[in-house]
Every structure is written in structure tokens, then in C-alpha cells.
């Protein structure tokens, strides 16, 4: 095989993500371009590596193909197929079987949908069972044997010294990789993994009253488990639209609404659209602009106890633009009647 990526970052085949990133931060510092650029060191190079080892390693899917891979590479040498193992046989539950990866969905909805609910079917990006093999990550029709090391469990039991004196780790087998079994020819389209890129159709199901920001945690609706592992969970933020005439404030809903000058001034009836239907509005007199209209238990749902907020209808006074010659003469009478000067007013 090519370089080991292991070494390249200078850490060990069981190493965490954590550390794995760690490694990758320390020498690309290092080893930058934009810090070697005489490169007599061949840091160019070398930071191509890193950053290419780092890729794999940082991916669980190409991590799990990599270390099969080494796997292969090893067995084909002039190594004894079964390599000795320090540690006693592991007899607890098998290893390989692993939980899938979560997955995370930004969904958009529309601001009627944040407030009466939404079902829809979304397909989501995600690792997914290899149809080829079924998710066993052997050829169909090639034998699986049960790992002679291991037998079959998937890890050891190794002495560790500590002050209180020796304790038994569990350690991976490395013979299987932690699969308990062994497969003397790969599926070729996962390369053994079992699981492939793909994606998968869930349904969604918002609550009424559902918030922008919200995170909906959908439990076995993630990614695929390695070794018909259990999948793991779909995490949803939700996104709102917003809209210019509406906004939501906790569980109350505020509408802001126009109405004419001589509404405004002698009253009447104002027709409002709002998120159940188009209701009316009774305008008193004399109202003033910003003058709010509460109507009780017609807003938001809460989402979890399903309890309304209330709706405010927020009036604002829409100056008239096309006037006839007659209402300009009419307003400037009634102007000159409250003492404006005209002047004052741009006329």
C-alpha cells in the first residue's frame, strides 16, 4: 500500500478523532506552505501527505474502507495469516456491530406550516446498507469464517500494569478489525465496509407550532450501523421563513395591518388575513397608527402543550397616494381648520 496514514500523522491505528485532529493541526501548522516557501525541506510535499491522511482518517466510512484495506495488505505479505496477540480471548458481546453515525438536516418550512404542522417525505444523505452484500461486507456467495483469534467475540483482554497492579483491557482484535469474522473476498462495491453513500427517504412529521431554530431528534433515522449495526438518529433544525407582515413572539402572533386615513379617523370594518383564515376587524374611530387589536387563544400552539397564544392586529395609517383635486382642497381646509401652516406641510 501507499504511505501509512497512521505514521504519517504520528499516531496509533486505535487513535480518537480528537486525536486524530490534534495530529492533523500540529503539522499543518508546521509544515504550511505559506510558513516553507523556500520548501528545501520538502514541506510541500510532506503537508500534501498529512492533509490526504487527515481526509481519510477524519471520515469514519473512508477510515473503516482504509484500515480494511491495511488488513488486505497484511494478509497478502509473507505474514502469518493469524498474527500472534497478546491477551487472552475476549468472551463478553461481539464487537462488531457498530451504531451508526447521527445525521443532521436543516429543513425549511413556510411560516403556515410553523404554525399548523408539516408531514413530508425528505430524502437525507447518509451512509446506507450496501445492497451487494447486504451489509456484510463479504462477495455474495464467498465464505465467512469465524476470526481464530478472537473467536468470533471481536476483542482481547490484555494485562495493563497500574498501581493497584495488573487489570484485564479490552482491546480490538486486530486480526478482524473488531468484526469477529473473516472474509476471504471483499464485496466490491463497499470494499468491505458494508456500507455505501446513498441516501435514504424519511418521513417528517413537524408539530404544530413548531419554532425557527428548533432541533427535532428523530431516533433510528440516522446513518446505518457498521456490521448491521443499529442506525443512528436524524437531528432536524428547522428553519422559518419569515414573512413582512407577520412575526411570532413566543406563542403570540403579531400581524401588522394597513388601513385607509378616513378609517383611521371615522371607523369601520377592516378585513385581516391571518394564518386561519381571513377574519374582520371592527376599527373604532379615531384610531391611531401603531394601535393594537388583541384577539384572545388565536395565536401560536405550543408545541408541546398545545395551548394558543393570542393575536395582535398592529394598524398602521396608509396615507392615500393619488388624491383628486377635490380631497387635496378638502385636506387643506381641514388643515388650515386644526392651524397647520401650510407651508409646513410641502404644499
Do not use: W
Amino acid at each position: 500500500m501507499a504511505d501509512d496514514h497512521y505514521t504519517i500523522l504520528g499516531i496509533e491505528d486505535d487513535a480518537t478523532q480528537d486525536d486524530v485532529k490534534k495530529a492533523y493541526r500540529k503539522l499543518a501548522k508546521n509544515l504550511h506552505p505559506d510558513l516553507n516557501k523556500d520548501d528545501s525541506t520538502g514541506a510541500a510535499d510532506r503537508f500534501k501527505k498529512v492533509k490526504e491522511a487527515y481526509e481519510i482518517l477524519s471520515n469514519p466510512l473512508k477510515r473503516e474502507k482504509y484500515d480494511l484495506e491495511l488488513m488486505r495488505s497484511g494478509s497478502a505479505s509473507n505474514q502469518s495469516p493469524v498474527p500472534q496477540s497478546v491477551g487472552f480471548v475476549y468472551t463478553g458481546p461481539p464487537l462488531a456491530p457498530q451504531r451508526g453515525s447521527d445525521v443532521k438536516l436543516v429543513m425549511k418550512i413556510l411560516f403556515q406550516e410553523s404554525f399548523s404542522g408539516v408531514k413530508k417525505g425528505v430524502d437525507v444523505k447518509m451512509p446506507v446498507r450496501c445492497t451487494n452484500c447486504g451489509g456484510s461486507g463479504s462477495a455474495p456467495g464467498t465464505p465467512v469464517s469465524t476470526c481464530p483469534t478472537c473467536r468470533g467475540s471481536g476483542a482481547l483482554l490484555q494485562p495493563v500494569q497500574t498501581p493497584q497492579g495488573y487489570i484485564n483491557q479490552r482491546i480490538i482484535c486486530t486480526t478482524c478489525n473488531g468484526r469477529g469474522i473473516l472474509m476471504q473476498q471483499f464485496c466490491q462495491r463497499c470494499s468491505g465496509v458494508g456500507l455505501v453513500n446513498g441516501s435514504d427517504n424519511v418521513i417528517l412529521s413537524l408539530p404544530p407550532g413548531v419554532e425557527d431554530g428548533a432541533i427535532i431528534k428523530i431516533n433510528g433515522k440516522g446513518g446505518y450501523g457498521l456490521g448491521n449495526g443499529p442506525r443512528g438518529d436524524l437531528l432536524i433544525t428547522v428553519n422559518v421563513e419569515e414573512l413582512p407582515n407577520m412575526k411570532r413572539v413566543d406563542n403570540d402572533l403579531y400581524i401588522e395591518e394597513s388601513i385607509s386615513l378616513p378609517k383611521a379617523v371615522f371607523g369601520g370594518k377592516q378585513r385581516v388575513n391571518t394564518l386561519e383564515g381571513r377574519r374582520t376587524l371592527r376599527i373604532p374611530s379615531l384610531t391611531k397608527s401603531r394601535t393594537e387589536f388583541l384577539i384572545e387563544s388565536e395565536g401560536f400552539p405550543d408545541p408541546v402543550t398545545g395551548e394558543h397564544g393570542d393575536l395582535y392586529v398592529v394598524v398602521y395609517i396608509d396615507p392615500p397616494e393619488d388624491l383628486t383635486e377635490g380631497a387635496k382642497k378638502a385636506l387643506k381646509k381641514y388643515a388650515l381648520e386644526m392651524g397647520e401652516d401650510l407651508n409646513d406641510l410641502g404644499l
